[in-house]
């Protein structure tokens, strides 16, 4: 009887397993399908209805991406050609890296440099803002993948490429992404120093009428003050408050007269509360989150809502409000893991566990506390070592204040370890930005050299082509005077 019962259940649960499998299988098919139909759907008369290609766009965000997939859509991309223009084609390409952003890092990187190729040989109008587009995207997987050096020497070889062509884009480009990759090292100077490098590439007279659709181009007004925040954060990531404020308000106070600065409103108004926070001005900050989480929310960006909801929670734990910090961060781990969102983010790190730690350290809850920084490293992953260090610190401290003295001193040997390896690559990494300008000087150099030269050879033919002329001039004069003299000889 047990036998049969077994039998029963086993065959049960089998049963169960396979109308899941193909459950999962026909979605699957039926967001693939979708994208396609969507994609085919939107195309009216040789025009094209935006609104039904972003719902192809969106089921493309939710399929499990093969190689196969993917060269099926960059065969139909390209034979996506309305109006024309290369636009329609490299927004599904597009969407392409944005779904492996969250799915296969690795894979991400390989079709992200592979598109970028694709798009400087696009020589229609909106190229640069394809290229300029899908490079920023590449900072993603680098920051979050273990290819970071890699990402260095990519953009720094794309550095001089740039410079080279006087390309004020690409050059912008790649000191706003070379600096989150010193950031995510934990080399913050480094960091600001090529931020400020690429505001000298922007061009403020233009805004963002100048951008190509969903493409933007980022030397205007838009990309100057996405310059201006970052620095700010930078700042704020540095502990350098004080700093820190004056960019923020200045993306603010500009926000309230031009509207194509709406993007950067929420990051700069979180910057400055977490600010104000820190330096104990709680004056606003609770309605400066709020505006800013709100705001994020009407934009459906969900990263930057989780990373703000984390310093509202900070802001509640603070004013030992646990249990409402406590449900703002439950909420930051759903929307995490819904939305698959890295750890180094568009708008910064997201690590809720971090700030769940500080609130168990308020609570003298010291065990779980190191639970929740443990919890915190195993997301960090060894990257974005600021953190890292942060956490080892405040760990040996907790370690030492609960008497174990063992356990504070292998902590406190990783936080040593850790820096004598920031060290290090700050010298590897000065020495991979000093030998990329010291070649650029070179090559610029030479290039003014054989500019020079070739001014003094034009100079030159030209006071030859002149003397020349003169000595014509002179020999035509000498000639006319013969004739006249004989002129003159025969009429007397």
Known sequence: MYTSIYFIFRRAICACILILFCFSSKAQLTNSDSAFYYFKKSVKRDLVDTVTFEKGLACLQKIALSDTLIEQLEKYASSFLIDKTPYWRFLILYGVILNLQKNDLNRCIAYGRKYVSQAELTKEYGGVHIRSQLMKELRIPYRNSNHLKEGFKYFNEKLREFKLKNDSVGIYDCYYVLAGFFRTNGLIDQAIYNNKKSRLYCDTTKDNSFDYGRFEKPTGKRGYANSIFITGLFYLQKESYLESIPYSRIVINQAKENLFYEDYISNAITSLAVAKMNLNQVDSVEFFLKQAINFSKSKDAQDFVVYQSQYLSDFYRRQKKYSLAYSILDTCDVLMKKHKLPVAASPGIIHPDYFKALIKIDEKKFSEAIEMFQADLRRLNGRNRIEILRNYRMMAAIYRQIGNNQSAANTYQKY?????????????????????????????????????????????????????????????????????????????
């Open 416 to 492: 040593i370890e850790l820096q004598d390896s920031l060290l290090s690559d700050q010298a590897q990494f000065q020495n991979i930005s000093f030998e990329t300008e010291e070649v650029m000087n070179e090559k610029e150099q030479s290039i003014v050299k054989l500019e020079s030269a070739n001014k003094v050879a034009a100079t030159t033919r030209n006071y030859f082509i002149a003397f020349a002329v003169l000595l014509l001039i002179l020999a035509l004069l000498l000639y006319n005077r013969m004739r006249y003299k004989q002129r003159v000889n025969k009429k007397l």
